[in-house]
């Protein structure tokens, strides 16, 4: 297991913005002991959403999944820590929030708000190269 610094990119998503959650958030990603490399308010071009999202391109719910991200501002984070990447997946919790544990940001603050499944939130990459791409595009 490696001890070395990562980093991740996390959106907190426009419900999230719309929700007032964002400060909500990054308590949550300061007290697990993650540091804070960038943050920015954006509201992003539509094919930067749809590059961001690239591997979900052609399934039914690419598209509410684009207008949803296009819908208000996005707070992006660039953030820091050992294992940083599986850690904030562990903190957000699983896709759908009805049923993503409490405990975690989409099970306690997200929930199926007629039937929106992409209102869960928050993003983070998934893997090393996940993270590098996503943070060149939303940050370089
Ligand atoms: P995650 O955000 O947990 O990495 P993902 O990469 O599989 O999930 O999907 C990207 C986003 O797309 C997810 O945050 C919400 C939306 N989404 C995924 N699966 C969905 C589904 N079956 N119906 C509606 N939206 C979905
Ligand atoms: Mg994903």
């Known amino acids: 297991m490696s001890t070395q610094i990562e980093e991740t990119l996390v959106l907190v998503k426009p419900d999230g913005v719309a929700r007032n959650l964002s400060g909500e958030i990054l308590r949550r990603i300061e007290a697990k ?5 960038d943050v920015k308010l954006v509201e992003p071009d539509r094919s930067l959403l749809v590059e961001h999202y690239a591997e979900h391109e052609g399934k039914p ?3 509410p999944l684009v207008e949803f ?3 208000g501002a996005i707070l992006a984070l ?11 997946r562990a903190l957000a919790g699983t896709t759908d929030p009805t049923t993503a544990a409490p405990g975690t940001i989409r099970g306690d603050l997200g929930r199926d708000w007629g039937g929106k ?10 893997s090393a190269e996940s993270a590098a791409r996503e943070l060149a595009l939303w940050f370089d």
């Open 78 to 88: 660039r953030i820091a820590g050992e294992r940083v990447i599986d850690g904030f």
């Open 33 to 37: 002991g993650y540091s804070l490399v």
């Open 117 to 126: 499944v992409q209102q869960n939130l928050v993003h983070g990459s998934d």
């Open 69 to 71: 991200m296009e819908s």
């Open 61 to 63: 719910f690419f598209e």
